[in-house]
């Protein structure tokens, strides 16, 4: 099992980033897929969430903002960030697991390494 996060950069507020997380090892429609992040200093928090079912939960920064989505024939999920905001700096990381009732909390199964996303002018 491993998933692949990819997509983060420096980009100025109000700005706009598309994070991929690309599963390798295993089918991911039946399972969950988090988005977390961590910020220097600060722990690691979920940021947001999709279901086998494509049911998804954001934290409440980010909603309105950021979209879960998921596409199964390419074992792929996206994280569209719009409007970022300095305060969304951190490293993003994708992680999976088969079964929760609270998608944006730990613990997860498997993680991908982290994609750094900055936000500043």
């Known amino acids: 099992v491993q998933l692949q996060a990819s997509g983060g950069g420096l980009v100025q507020p109000g700005g706009s980033l598309r994070l991929s997380c690309a599963a390798s090892?295993?089918?991911?429609?039946?399972?969950?897929i988090g988005w977390f992040r961590q910020a220097p200093g600060k722990e690691r928090e979920g940021v947001s969430c999709?279901?086998?079912?494509?049911?998804?939960n954001y934290r409440s920064s980010v909603k309105g903002r950021f979209t879960i989505s998921r596409d199964n024939a390419k074992n792929t999920v996206y994280l569209q960030m719009n409007t970022l905001k300095p305060e969304d700096t951190a490293v993003y990381y994708c992680?999976?697991?088969?079964?929760?009732?609270?998608?944006?909390?730990?613990?997860?199964?498997?993680w991908g390494q982290g994609t750094l996303v900055t936000v500043s002018s």
């Open positions: 992680a999976t697991v088969f079964r929760t009732n609270d998608c944006l909390r730990e613990p997860y199964d498997y």
């Open positions: 090892g295993f089918t991911l429609d039946y399972y969950v």
């Open positions: 999709i279901y086998g079912d494509s049911i998804t």
